[in-house]
């Protein structure tokens, strides 16, 4: 839903940052090193393939499905300590996961590509 996030999630509201993103090679780092974990075990809400998700400036667009995100972090503070940082020392979702504002709503699905529509700008 534009500007609220997406509808049932625990974590939608007004704020930015209403879809969280993780790439699954970010998710592979963690199960190199032994964790048994796959998408959705970091809380995202999207897992993309074959996007280099931290790259992508703060103001970047991005096209999932019917919907158009718009990159509003790169990261997060964790404040507590998650599972799979007390199994493994380490958490890629606070260095690698981004999260986006949704500026059109629409239907995502499995399979879908993401589409890089505008990168936002290089200092953000």
Known sequence: MEEIGLEGDAHAGFGHRQVSLLAVESIAKMKARGLDVGPGDFAENVTTSGVDLVSLPIGTRL??????????????????????????????????????????????????????????????
């Open 63 to 124: 096209r999932l499905g019917e919907a158009l995100l718009e990159v509003s972090q790169i990261g997060k503070v964790c404040h507590s300590r998650c599972a799979i940082f007390e199994q493994a020392g380490d958490c890629v979702m606070p260095k690698e996961g981004i999260f986006a504002r949704i500026l059109i709503g629409g239907n995502v699905r499995t399979g879908d590509s993401v589409v890089i529509e505008r990168r936002g700008p290089e200092h953000a």
